[in-house]
């Protein structure tokens, strides 16, 4: 068990669908991120969540809402996405907003057709 | 601005020894992971260097050159579960984790 858990593992969705990733970690740390990995680049952070306040957005489109209802868990909410956002998407926690180290998840695979 | 550079893909054969590279340029700097990435897994935390030197831990070996900007990571006796990427992560402070593309590396019987 990694301690970070991520619903669905796999999903395929159309351009005009609604659906929500979620991320659940039983670690007990403060801080909880989404990543974006894409093949062949580098994993890209999309947002920062520290004792459940938004601290980053890095210019993430907004067809990607993320929500951080307690330290425990995060979602992200998507809606008329693009192929081009087809990647494996990795929640991550640590135990403080970026010094130490980051536990992930096992990441869901999204497919946009 | 933020540069973490490491090869592409590796490949070594079983019971060898291969070592990963990395360069960094970064604003701000207090230590360097190592993370391991199966294909369709999470990554998994490997090492983290803070001074320059050698770390041992099994068959694996962190190495870090601040004044160069170099790490290295060793990995001796190559097994084929080996096989996975591995990813270079500069923590440059206050932000999450600054990550390079990732090194592919395949064993080989």
């Known amino acids: 068990e990694t301690g970070v858990t991520q619903t669905p593992r796999h999903l395929v969705m159309g351009m005009t669908n609604k659906k929500s990733l979620k991320c659940e970690q039983h670690?007990?740390?403060?801080?909880m991120y989404w990543y974006k990995q894409s093949a062949k680049k580098p994993l890209e952070l999309m947002f920062v969540y520290s004792l459940e306040e938004r601290v980053e957005n890095n210019s993430v489109p907004s067809r990607f809402s993320p929500e951080c209802p307690n330290s425990s868990h995060l979602f992200l909410h998507l809606h008329t996405l693009q192929p081009e956002d087809s990647a494996l998407y990795l929640c991550a926690s640590s135990q403080d907003g970026g010094f130490s180290e980051a536990f992930f998840g096992q990441g869901t695979r999204l497919t946009v057709v | 601005g933020q540069n973490i550079d490491q090869p592409t893909e590796m490949t070594a054969t079983e019971g060898a020894i291969v070592q990963i590279n990395c360069t960094y340029q970064?604003?701000?700097?207090?230590?360097l992971f190592w993370y391991q990435q199966h294909a369709g897994e999470a990554p998994t935390f490997l090492s983290y260097?803070?001074?320059?030197g050698l770390e041992e831990k099994g068959r694996f070996s962190s190495f870090l050159s601040r004044s160069k900007g170099y790490s290295y990571l060793l990995l001796k006796e190559l097994q084929m579960k080996d096989s996975a990427s591995y990813l270079c992560a500069a923590d440059v402070g206050n932000t999450p984790l600054v990550f390079g593309k990732g090194t592919r590396l395949s064993v080989i019987a």
């Open positions: 670690l007990g740390h403060n801080a």
């Open positions: 260097n803070v001074l320059d």
């Open positions: 970064t604003s701000g700097f207090n230590g």
